[in-house]
């Protein structure tokens, strides 16, 4: 039996596979995405900024006839295209519940107390400066950490950084999205429509009588999530993102081919194909085209549906969606009267609360629980891994400006918390990567 040529065309030489290695970095979507910041603030401070704010604000209508919402586009990103993030947020949340670093109480104990505490004294320290008034609704803005932001940071040191600090970081920073997602859905949620809300309630029933069924076809699941569910919160004045998570947990997270029953029959089929009778050509021939075709089949069948859609959305969130967001809401026109108020309220309670108050809940909660014997550091922790990854629990990047721009209308304050966002990130950053730099890379169990 003859093989074929491997010999790789220029193209994928030098085009194709480089870029596959690019995009397989888990620092990619991090740089990507401070890229997208760094251009919006780039054109919002530029003879350009009057065209780049008012290309946010075109008006966009999504439906058939008279049967649809008129919106800006501004507001579709944020609502339809961030639907899309948590929608991913809720697949891992749900496949960490299921499989993953929470579904072990004394391993989950950790990072949930170091979340709570995260998101718990940030809040206080930004009452504290905002005590009364419109500006005081800004108190869950600081709450939030930027998952890809903060392990792209941990990412840039490579080795240096061990794996449980890194699973530590990824688990207390899912246990905060699902804290934002509460806080949205209970604090930052407008008038309710009680008959929409009625309608999410019967298509959210329908998801989950599918999933009770054994339906696994994730087409349907998407049909009825994003055309039923997501619409109908959309019009009851529930956060339309609260549906997507809602959808995603709605997925079947069990296989229907175990991988002990996979490794035979894939080593059954593989030996079946290398028998096959070869072409002799680049085509392969019915017999051996069958045999993929089983492969597939089978893999199929050992994958859950869950976990194919987390796998074949996360580019799409990485790469387009986190991008797009950021490039259309880290623009900040910085004026005269911007600086001036820079020493006001919302700045300072923002710019503390994510700086100083997730370094103090994270870090605290974390010594008390250790202190108190509930707790032990991951295996390969040190005490400046934890202290590095309290900093980092800081950056607030993506899910603070959208807080933000759900928590205020008036756009002088819309500024004053995004330059907080910002300003608190980037030295989040910088001083969470320095102090994990420090730290040894094998540092002993503390």
Not at 247 to 262: E, L, M, N, Q, W
Not at 328 to 355: C, D, K, M, R, Y
Not at 367 to 373: D, E, N, R, T, V
């Amino acid at each position: 039996m003859t093989g074929r040529p491997s010999t790789l065309t220029p193209v994928e030489r030098w085009v194709i596979h480089p870029m596959k290695r690019f995009l397989g970095r888990s620092t990619t979507s991090g740089l990507l995405l401070f890229g997208s910041a760094a251009m919006a603030m780039v054109l919002a401070n530029s003879s350009w900024k009057d065209a780049y704010h008012h290309f946010w604000e075109m008006p966009v209508y999504v439906g058939i006839g008279d049967a649809g919402l008129h919106k800006s586009l501004h507001h579709w990103i944020n609502d339809g295209l961030m639907a899309i993030f948590f929608f991913v947020v809720g697949l891992e949340l749900k496949r960490e519940l299921v499989a993953g670093e929470l579904r072990n109480p004394r391993k989950a104990l950790l990072p949930l107390a170091a979340a709570a505490g995260g998101m718990l004294v940030p809040a206080l320290l930004y009452k504290l400066f905002n005590p009364s008034g419109p500006e005081a609704a800004g108190w869950g803005i600081p709450m939030a950490t930027d998952i890809a932001f903060a392990l792209g940071v941990l990412y840039l040191l490579g080795d240096r950084v061990p794996l449980s600090l890194k699973v530590f970081l990824t688990a207390l920073a899912i246990a905060d999205d699902l804290g934002a997602v509460l806080v949205i859905a209970f604090f930052y949620t407008s008038e309710i429509h009680a008959g929409s809300l009625l309608a999410g309630g019967l298509f959210l029933a329908v998801l989950i009588t599918a999933n009770r069924m054994g339906v696994r076809n994730t087409v349907f699941y998407g049909i009825v999530g994003i055309g039923g569910l997501w619409m109908a919160f959309l019009m009851s004045g529930v956060h339309a993102t609260i549906a997507a998570v809602l959808a995603a947990f709605t997925i079947p997270a069990g296989v229907r081919v175990s991988d002990t029953t996979y490794a035979r029959k894939l080593a059954e089929l593989s030996e079946k194909f290398s028998r096959a009778e070869t072409n002799q050509v680049r085509t392969v021939t019915p017999e051996q085209q069958h045999v993929i075709q089983e492969v597939r089949d089978l893999s199929e069948k050992a994958l859950t549906p869950l976990q194919r859609l987390e796998h074949a959305m996360h580019p799409l969130v990485a790469f387009v969606i986190m991008p797009i967001f950021a490039f259309s809401n880290a623009g900040v026109s910085i004026s005269p009267e911007a600086l001036g108020q820079i020493g006001g309220g919302v700045t300072v309670g923002i710019f503390t609360g994510l700086l100083i108050g997730k370094f103090a809940g994270v870090a605290g909660t974390s010594w008390l629980m250790i202190h108190l014997g509930w707790c032990t550091l991951p295996q390969g922790m040190g005490k400046r891994h934890l202290l590095g990854a309290s900093l980092l629990a800081g950056i607030g990047f993506t899910m603070s400006l959208f807080v933000a721009d759900l928590a205020f209308d008036d756009t002088t304050t819309l500024v004053q918390a995004k330059i907080g966002i910002l300003a608190a990130s980037v030295f989040a950053s910088i001083g969470g990567y320095l102090i994990v730099r420090s730290a040894h890379p094998s540092a002993p169990q503390s």
